[in-house]
T-cell receptor
Framework: DQQVKQNSPSLSVQEGRISILNCDYT??????FLWYKKYPAEGPTFLIS?????DKNEDGRFTVFLNKSAKHLSLHIVPSQPGDSAVYFC???????????FGGGTRLMVKP | GAVVSQHPSWVICKSGTSVKIECRSL??????MFWYRQFPKQSLMLMAT?????????EQGVEKDKFLINHASLTLSTLTVTSAHPEDSSFYIC?????????????FGPGTRLTVT
């Protein structure tokens, strides 16, 4: 049972345009969400997070939006750069469960 | 800050041998460390959670006698794959949490690629 889903395994975007990565979850107990970026053969690196009490968090080119009623979050990257090409994982934290649940990842390719 | 290292980064071993992977938090104390496994083109699967000084909590389906986890100090956790078999070949990633920084964020190591021949 996948509690966190990223339905798009890959996304291709032109440099300078906006990248939108989507994530859906099913567990209403999730109260904190994170986005990680991962290069091959490396560990994930933290990008941005959002608490369930907010609906938007912005950090430079990265903005995360949370729609609790739809159990959906998205990561916007604007403008996209070739160096953003990586696999992006969304993750949800259930404080009661004390564990981080990852989505399947979306491979983003930003073309110069 | 919040750097996590893993050693070795890549190990090749013969079937039947045991392999130890180290995970260290370099500039903070990690009360909790997590071990993940990633199969090719798949997501990270949590294997176990370890708290310093206590036994690790394993996720369902993970053999605790095969994947021995020790969290002897606030900066070091080890994962030992015992009697490794080719199906244990995978990318193993650890992460650490620093409750003083955030109860939510985990800082990941660079991963260890295990190849069992």
């Amino acid at each position: 049972d996948q509690q966190v889903k990223q339905n798009s395994p890959s996304l291709s975007v032109q440099e300078g345009r906006i990248s939108i990565l989507n994530c859906d979850y099913t567990n209403s107990m999730f109260d904190y969400f994170l986005w990680y970026k991962k290069y091959p053969a490396e560990g994930p690196t933290f990008l941005i997070s959002i608490s369930s009490i907010k609906d938007k968090n912005e950090d430079g080119r990265f903005t995360v939006f949370l729609n609790k009623s739809a159990k959906h979050l998205s990561l916007h990257i604007v403008p996209s750069q070739p160096g953003d090409s990586a696999v992006y994982f969304c993750a949800a934290y259930n404080n009661a469960g004390n564990m981080l649940t990852f989505g399947g990842g979306t491979r983003l390719m930003v073309k110069p | 800050g919040a750097v996590v290292s893993q050693h070795p980064s890549w190990v090749i071993c013969k079937s039947g041998t045991s392999v130890k992977i180290e995970c260290r938090s370099l500039d903070f104390q990690a009360t909790t460390m997590f071990w993940y496994r990633q199969f090719p083109k798949q997501s990270l699967m949590l294997m176990a959670t370890s708290n310093e000084g206590s036994k690790a909590t394993y996720e369902q389906g993970v053999e605790k006698d095969k994947f021995l986890i020790n969290h002897a100090s606030l900066t070091l956790s080890t994962l030992t794959v015992t009697s490794a078999h080719p199906e244990d070949s995978s990318f193993y990633i650890c992460s650490a949490r620093d409750l003083l920084r955030s109860p939510y964020e985990q800082y990941f190591g660079p991963g260890t690629r295990l190849t069992v021949t």
